[in-house]
């Protein structure tokens, strides 16, 4: 397999698009997206074999640049896919740390 060019956009000979977003992150769930030094994207990027993907956070979209539509296709299924889950994760964690009442008036 050869080494992955980090290089930055644009790109010649690249398709391009954006993904909308379909709710504003925080930069809580903007973190657990991306991942600690973008670990997620390079993940995905890697996995698709896309060129780039970029977080536009004034725009709330996903910048991909990949060979083919075929390939931004998948990158855009994996990213909503992956968006869900860290949603479903903050959400069951606020669930869980959230004191009962019980709790609250032994306090």
């Given at each position: 397999m050869?080494p ?9 000979n ?34 698709c ?18 060979r ?7 990158v855009?299924?994996?990213l909503?896919?992956h968006?869900?889950?860290?949603k479903?994760?903050?959400s069951?964690?606020t669930t ?7 709790n609250?008036s032994t306090?």
């Amino acid at each position: 397999m050869e080494p992955i060019d980090y290089s930055k956009p644009p790109f010649a000979n690249m398709d391009y698009s954006q993904l909308e977003l379909p709710f504003v992150l925080d930069s809580c769930i903007a973190k657990r997206f991306i991942g600690r030094a973008g670990h997620f994207f390079i993940l995905i990027t890697e996995r698709c074999r896309a060129k780039y993907i970029w977080y536009v956070k004034e725009k709330n979209i996903v910048e991909i640049w990949a060979r083919n539509a075929k390939i931004i296709a998948k990158v855009k299924k994996q990213l909503l896919k992956h968006l869900s889950k860290v949603k479903a994760q903050l959400s069951s964690e606020t669930t869980t740390s959230e004191p009962t009442q019980e709790n609250e008036s032994t306090a």
